[in-house]
Structure formats: C-alpha cells, structure tokens
C-alpha cells in the first residue's frame, strides 16, 4: 500500500496565482514525522519543512504555507503568489520507525509544479 | 562551505560494467544514504549506513554494493547485475540517523547505459 500519496501529478499555474500541493499519508505509528523537499531543474533535493506528528500547528515561512491535519492525514503544502523560480517537483516524505533504530523514510511520486510566466 | 558531494554529474556504463559513484559529505553526520529516482517516480532506498563499517539494504539493494570505510565516504557500486540501471541517483546523510533528522541530500548522478 502507497504509505506518501500525492495525487497530483502535474500542476501548471499562472504567475502570482496561489496554488496548494497536496499530500495524504498513511501510517500506524503515533509518533511520525513529515517533510517537504523541493527538486528544481538541477535535480538536488531542497530541504522545506519538517512536522512531528504532535505538532499541528500551521506554519507559514514567506510565501510558504503548510496545513497538517491528523484528522485527515493530510500535510499540505500552499506557496502563494507563486513565481516562475517556483517551478519544481515537490516531495512530500513520511518518516516512521521501522524497527529497533532503524527508520523509514517514504517517499511520494512528487507533483511537477509548473508557474508560467 | 559544508555539504555533501557526489560525483561525476554524468556516468556511462557499458554493458557487464561494474561502475561506482562516488558520495563524500563534511557534514560530520554518522548516517548516509543512497536513493535510486526513476522519472516521474519518487525516491526508494537502495543503502544505508549508520556507522562507519556498517550498513543495511533498503528496499531495491539487489545489484549495488556499499562501502562504509570512512565517515565521510559512503561510495555505491552498480554492478553488472543490474539490469536496468539508467536513473537519477542520489546520495543524503544525517547527524544520527535518528527519524526526526531532516536528510541532505548531495546534487546526484545521473547514471545511462551504452
């Protein structure tokens, strides 16, 4: 079973429009942790944000947001007035334990997000 | 500046080839990772290795061999028993190794067959 879905494959947007990525997750552990990583065109993964499973408060960092909802399981990111440098795949990543310290971290298939100028 | 290496950018491998990628980091983290990206396809786990002259299979280990020699070092071979090893492949590391730790990732090397 797909533990990180991101269902949207490809997005494509207008300069300054406001666009939400979506992420749901799926997971049996009550402690977890959720990342969000940029991959622009040069293919390095850009480290986001990262939320612990207790925290679900909303943060904002500049024109990024980020809505965790547990009730849901569900961790979406939103950029507003988005900007043609926007333009990436976006990860979303789940991180649990997976036995003894050993760890997991799981990958969704990313969402292309096109900003056209 | 600290962060992770990976080289070449670019690599061919011919058929029956062994090839090896190359990771350094100077991040003084103890974990490293390798990561296969097919297109349109997320990241899976080939390797990981928590401690120098340790390491574990991921989920697709089968045809690539590690080495944890030193702390900084973490170089992945793909050997002749791949067979289809055209991908993205990229390198990460981690303070501990621990679940909460955020992984950094290096610029990655795109691998294609001749």
């Known amino acids: 079973a797909q533990k990180v879905t991101q269902a949207q494959t490809e997005i494509s947007v207008v300069e300054k429009e406001d666009v939400t990525l979506d992420c749901v997750y799926e997971?049996?552990?009550?402690?977890?942790?959720l990342f969000w990583y940029k991959q622009p065109p040069s293919g390095e993964l850009v480290f986001l944000i990262r939320?612990?499973?207790?925290?679900?408060q909303n943060e904002i960092s500049g024109r990024y947001s980020w809505n965790f909802q547990k009730s849901t399981s569900s961790f979406n990111f939103t950029i507003t007035a988005s900007q043609v440098v926007d333009s990436a795949v976006y990860f979303c990543a789940l991180s649990e334990p997976s036995g003894g310290s050993n760890y997991k971290l799981t990958f969704g298939k990313g969402t292309l997000l096109t900003v056209n100028p | 500046d600290g962060g992770i290496t990976q080289s070449p950018k670019y690599l061919f491998r011919k058929e029956g080839q062994n090839v090896t990628l190359s990771c350094e980091q100077n991040?003084?983290?103890?974990?490293m990772y390798w990561y296969r990206q097919d297109p349109g396809q997320g990241l899976r786990l080939i390797y990981y290795?928590?401690?120098?002259?340790?390491?574990q299979k991921g989920d697709i280990a089968e045809g690539y061999s590690v080495s944890r020699e030193k702390k900084e070092s973490f170089p992945l071979t793909v050997t002749s028993a791949q067979k289809n090893p055209t991908a993205f492949y990229l390198c990460?590391?981690?303070?501990?190794?621990?679940?909460?730790?955020?992984?950094?990732f290096g610029p990655g090397t795109r691998l294609l067959v001749l």
């Open positions: 990460a590391s981690t303070r501990q190794g621990n679940s909460w730790e955020t992984q950094y």
């Open positions: 997971t049996r552990d009550t402690t977890y942790y």
């Open positions: 991040l003084n983290h103890d974990a």
């Open positions: 939320r612990n499973s207790f925290d679900e």
């Open positions: 290795s928590q401690i120098v002259n340790d390491f």
